[in-house]
């Protein structure tokens, strides 16, 4: 079963109490590690090289490659809605390494469900209403049926094995010509709200560190 989308607000409580350590910082080398004092939990780093970034951290490790400044390729700005823009599907077509532990897609039950109903629309349309109460059935427990799955596999088996004829109405799904099923992960989005986040402390600790020199 996927998890629920991560939220911005979800994110920023969850590292509220994170600090930031500079291990390197030379041009577009850096090395820098988030985290709470005492433990690891949700500790990440980011590691910048030319052309490209490593996040590594305990919600897995990721790898992009773009820019050569790769700090200048993630860097937002807030805006009233928001205060760490992300642009997950620009930013994940730039994602060249995932680990297995919860990667970047996640399968998504609610677009399995809405691919659904709109099949079922289709099929209603011309139906008279015998055929249209039977259909309705069908995909009624069809559906009832995914709802008690929590396995991708099986839910997708449940759907390529509907196959019936009622009346002149053909119902099976087309699942080569579907629309993905999936969504970006919860710890996908928690990286690059993390990579948002950072970028954005790196800056400030620069700012403060130019702003004190210029006074001496």
């Known amino acids: 079963m996927s998890l629920k989308t991560l939220t911005e607000a979800e994110f920023l409580k ?11 910082d030379d041009g577009v080398y850096r090395h820098l590690l988030f985290k709470r004092a005492q433990t690891q939990d949700r500790y990440f780093e980011l590691i910048t090289t030319p052309g490209r970034l ?30 760490l823009p992300i642009n997950v599907g620009y930013w994940h077509e ?3 390494m995932a680990d297995t532990q919860g990667g970047s897609k996640e399968f998504d039950e609610v677009q399995v469900k809405s691919y659904v109903y709109q099949c079922l629309s289709d099929w209603l349309e011309g ?3 015998e055929d ?3 259909i309705q059935e069908e ?19 449940a759907l390529s094995s509907f196959d019936l004829t009622i009346g002149r109405h053909r119902l099976s799904f087309e699942l ?4 993905s099923f999936n969504r970006p992960s919860h710890h996908f989005l928690w990286r690059l709200y993390a990579i948002t986040w950072g970028i954005r402390q790196y800056d400030q600790f620069k700012a403060a560190n130019e702003e004190r020199g210029c006074s001496e």
């Open 14 to 24: 969850s590292i509220a109490e994170h600090e930031m350590r500079v291990l390197r």
């Open 54 to 83: 490593f996040y590594v951290g305990d919600m897995g490790d990721f790898a992009f490659e773009r820019d050569k400044d790769m700090f200048n390729f993630f860097r937002t700005e807030p805006s009233e809605s928001t205060q």
């Open 94 to 96: 730039n994602l060249i």
């Open 127 to 129: 139906a008279d209403s």
């Open 132 to 134: 249209a109460q039977k």
């Open 139 to 157: 995909v009624t427990e069809l559906l009832e049926e995914i709802g008690l799955e929590n396995n991708e596999h099986l839910i997708l088996y």
């Open 176 to 179: 080569w010509d579907a629309p």
